[in-house]
């Protein structure tokens, strides 16, 4: 009889059911006895002073508990966090104050200045605007550009300008490089600011036992841990008073792996008003005040020969990060540097960070994080020089491919890529999209005045995050294992999910470790008293580090299992196999013992092998060696209408290489989200903040997302070229699709426009904007 | 954002301008005014109710009329908030004779902050363009409406 096989197998995701069928509870679906409701009064203004604030009516309405400003708490609730600070990392960072509530001052549209609770939701949202607000108007701050002009005004008082950090990074010769080169290929590179949206914004509901002293804390975040440190911080709490529970979360991108002004305010109401306290971010909220994402503009120069091989590359970029730090603010840019040289040999490569605070919210990790903008500008670059060098772009990517025989390998910027085959990934997907026949429809529909385009990314990211020491907090990830007398396995991991499938995945690994119907396990995370620690989901770590931790967990049972299974069935530990689910003797499986069988011995405590402890439950802590470094091919066919400018996306061919895979699934899955939203940067999406520094795309109405009707079935497929990093072999894939998928829609569509001399657009690629280039030339 | 027009009202310029620079029939005649009061010095107190999109809110503030040259032109500041937001706005409203009737011409540029400011931006300058149409329109009708009474 075979061994059943769970990884590997198209398993329904587990999570699904309660999903679909409206069971699951998010923040919002906890109801507390005596809840009250809290609403924040925002800043209509980007920069201006306060010079006071009158709450008296607000706190006279009926059912009105309490109105919390600025001054109340300025002296209780420490300063929100940022982890990335160090400034042997960022030399001469100035790291402002950034408060719960505004006080004296707001520096962004959307910045909490009070807080009201109220019996209902409706009267503390009425409440809100009785509270009178003494605002004295400021000139405000859009752009990056607009920080660092001369006599800009200064967003904090504290030091002489908006130069909020600045970041290099040096590999190679550069200068040697671009002396030798027949060519220098410039050009500026715009990576428009972008909003995560996550389908279930931002919540938190606090509950204070005085009893206990004891805090309990429901958020939507992908970061329950380290919330709980940064809140018992912030608090002045013991953190063991503090209980962090995420509950079902419904989607995050990296804008839930924050701390944000509402968990620690929240905290500090709950246990000031003896009441529990909840607040449901509205839409236009969130679109005000969760992070934003990329909002990097830079000048490109690749030095080259003229048979498109490339010697270096300068990255001169001002960073427009918002008017203070959130959690990893200015980390993301710095990943950005790491991943300059993408998926080719060059190593002169040279990247100098200019960072403003401006009048906006902050910036912060949103899908893929600094290492879009790398593969956007390497991928689009390459395009750029096929351009001036008239050349096949296929032809100047295979020209500068790193080799498959060259991993592990070392890039100009210092990081270590684990293992790769580009050149295979590339030829599968030139295969499934038949690229021969594509370039002759595209020469025959240009003879019909149709313009089709064929663009290319041929990534690679770096994921797995990571070893610690590359870290703002922490790179490991924790697992316990645990099976209980009857034979069912708890799993607590550290990596907190928020779609991304861990209950099914996990489950899988364990089912075929353990020899257990994947029916009996129970993935169990997001509650820190449950919970051991972890640092969460996000960098597409959750299997590569969380996942490689709960198997050396499951591996330390295993072992202990196989012992007493020998010893029960006088035999050596070495010859116990698991056949059909039941540790037996190598040939005997007749007399096998089940997983429950073997762990009811564990718990009774009798039988076991001298020595042995009763009792049936490992944690593992694992420290990643590096990241993993997941690379693919992605293929865009797109139609530009000559009549409208609007792009049809006709085929999406994507060959995506994340190692081993424990469920296709769950990646095709990954895949099709990413692709979507980075076709969202490349077509759509786009946060405009106007010269007064007023956010004028803060609704779906005027901040398109793309929808199901803008895409054609994706072609999926796979090379599987497993990571050294961990013991499974996997790499990761929750941002393949969104780092992939901006720059192959944005060179297909420059190449679609190639007959009108299109060199290079900004994004995103909007009808009007194409229609217009159509018609000037 | 700015904002031009011009518009053409039924009326001598003398008589156009008075009727422009008279806080009751701007309270009639402006979309959504509950008041207009003369504070001080050519400043008055205003509330309007007003909407754009799916904000709708109620405003408070000041119009300030300064600069007046009847019958050619003055100089008018609005700014005014509310719970959705505030728009405070600076604008050279110009009269000249159009035959008969009068041709005024304005020129301003207005700021638009809060939620009205986050929502349907798109539709700005055509709310904007709606609502200084309706209030010309209006006072060209009383202008000649008043005509008929004499």
Redesign the interface.
């Given at each position: 009889m075979p061994v059943s096989k769970s990884v590997g197998a198209r398993i329904k995701r587990r999570e699904d059911p309660r999903l679909i069928q409206g069971l699951a509870h998010y923040v919002d679906d906890i109801k507390l006895p005596n809840l009250l409701h809290v609403a924040i009064l925002r800043s209509p203004y980007a920069h201006a002073r306060i010079n006071g604030i009158n709450t008296d009516a607000a706190q006279n309405l009926s059912g009105v508990k309490s109105v919390v400003t600025g001054d109340d708490v300025k002296d209780v609730i420490g300063g929100i966090p940022c982890a990335a600070t160090d400034p042997e990392g960022f030399p001469g960072i100035k790291v402002p104050h950034h408060p719960v509530l505004a006080t004296g001052k707001v520096r962004f549209v959307g910045e909490p200045i009070a807080a009201v609770a109220a019996t209902d939701a409706y009267i503390a949202q009425d409440a809100l605007d009785l509270i009178e607000v003494d605002y004295e108007p400021l000139d405000a701050i859009n752009s990056a550009d607009a920080a660092f002009a001369d006599g800009a005004p200064v967003i904090h008082e504290d030091w002489d300008d908006n130069m909020a950090f600045t970041w290099s990074i040096a590999g190679g010769d550069v200068d040697a490089a671009f002396a030798e080169a027949d060519q220098v290929v410039s050009q500026r590179i715009d990576h428009q600011r972008l909003v995560p949206n996550p389908m279930e914004t931002r919540g938190v509901v606090a509950q204070y036992l005085p009893g206990k002293d004891q805090l309990n804390l429901w958020s939507s975040t992908q970061i329950p841990h380290l919330l709980r440190t940064q809140i018992s911080v912030m608090l002045s709490m013991a953190e063991n008073h503090v209980r962090v529970i995420a509950p079902e979360v419904g989607g995050g991108f990296g804008c839930k792996l924050n701390v944000y002004a509402e968990e620690a305010l929240l905290g500090h109401m709950a246990k000031y008003l003896g009441q529990p306290v909840k607040w449901i971010e509205g839409r236009r909220e969130n679109f005000l005040h969760t992070i934003h994402g990329r909002d990097q503009t830079g000048d490109v120069e690749l030095a080259v020969k003229n048979d498109g091989t490339i010697l270096g590359l300068k990255y001169t970029v001002s960073a427009d990060v918002g008017a203070y730090y959130q959690l990893l603010t200015p980390a993301i840019p710095t990943l950005t540097g790491l991943m300059l040289c993408g998926s080719y040999t060059f190593k002169n490569v040279e990247m100098n960070l200019k960072a403003a605070f401006t009048n906006k919210m902050a910036t912060d990790a949103y899908r893929g994080a600094g290492r879009p903008e790398a593969t956007y500008l390497i991928e689009r670059m390459i395009d750029v020089v096929a351009h001036d060098l008239d050349l096949d772009p296929l032809e100047v990517r295979r020209k500068n491919f790193i080799g498959k025989d060259a991993f592990p390998y070392e890039t100009g910027t210092a990081v270590a890529y684990d293992s790769g085959d580009y050149t295979a990934a590339l030829d599968k997907a030139l295969k499934i999209a038949d690229y021969e026949a594509l370039r002759e429809q595209q020469a025959e529909l240009r003879e019909e005045g149709r313009y089709l385009g064929i663009g290319f990314s041929t990534y690679v990211e770096i994921c797995g995050m990571g070893p610690s020491a590359a870290m703002p907090a922490g790179g490991w990830e924790s697992s316990t294992v645990r099976v209980d007398p009857t034979g069912k396995v708890t799993v607590l991991t550290g990596v907190s999910p928020h779609g991304q499938g861990q209950e099914t995945t996990f489950a899988q690994l364990i089912a075929d470790g353990l020899g257990v119907d994947i029916d009996d396990i129970r993935i169990i995370h997001g509650d820190t008293d449950t919970v051991q620690y972890g640092i969460g989901t996000f960098g597409s770590r959750a299997t590569a580090v969380g996942g490689t931790a709960m198997v050396h967990a499951m591996g330390k049972v295993k072992d202990k299992v196989v012992d007493i299974a020998a010893h029960l069935l006088e035999s050596n530990p070495q010859d116990i196999v698991i056949e059909d689910n039941k540790y037996c003797v190598r040939g005997a499986p007749e007399s096998g013992l089940t997983l429950g069988e073997i762990a009811m011995v564990a718990h009774v405590g009798v039988e076991l092998p001298e020595g042995t402890e009763p009792g049936l439950a490992e944690s593992h802590f694992f420290e990643p060696p590096n990241f993993t470094y997941p690379f693919g091919t992605h293929i865009a066919v797109v139609e530009v209408d000559a009549d409208t400018g609007e792009v049809e996306i006709q085929r999406y061919i994507a060959v995506d290489d994340c190692g081993n895979i424990i469920n296709p699934l769950i990646v095709e899955g990954q895949v099709h989200g990413g692709i979507a939203q980075g076709v969202g940067q490349a077509l759509y999406e786009e946060a405009i903040y106007d010269e007064s520094g007023q956010m004028i795309t803060g609704s779906f109405m005027d901040y398109a997302l793309p929808k199901a009707h803008n895409f054609p079935r994706f072609e999926l497929a796979n090379t599987v070229t497993p990571s050294p990093v961990n013991p499974m072999g996997v790499k990761g894939v929750g941002e393949a699709g969104t780092i992939g998928s901006t720059p192959a829609i944005a060179n297909a569509v420059i190449d679609a426009l190639k007959p009108f001399g299109v060199r290079h657009i900004d994004l995103p690629l909007r009808p009007e904007k194409l229609w217009k280039l159509m018609q000037e030339t | 954002m700015k904002l031009t027009g011009t518009h053409t009202i039924g009326a001598t310029v003398e008589r156009a301008f008075e009727l422009l620079i008279d806080p009751e029939v701007l309270a009639r005649c402006m979309p959504g005014c509950d008041k207009l009061e003369h504070r001080s010095d050519g400043v008055y107190d205003m509330a309007v109710s007003a909407g754009i999109?799916p904000v709708r809110g109620k405003y408070t503030g000041s119009v300030t009329l300064s600069d007046i040259q009847p019958p050619e032109r003055y100089t008018m500041v609005v700014d005014i908030?509310g719970?959705t937001?505030?728009v405070k706005g600076e604008g050279i409203v110009e009269l000249a004779p159009d035959g008969e009737n009068t041709r005024i011409t304005f020129e301003g540029d207005v700021?638009?902050?809060?939620?009205i400011?986050?929502?349907?931006?798109?539709m700005h300058a055509s709310a904007a363009r709606l609502m200084t149409r309706q209030l010309f329109g209006a006072i060209d009708a009383e202008a000649r409406a008043s005509e008929d009474e004499i």
């Open positions: - | 999109g908030k719970t937001g505030f700021q638009i902050g809060g939620p400011a986050a929502v349907g931006q798109r």
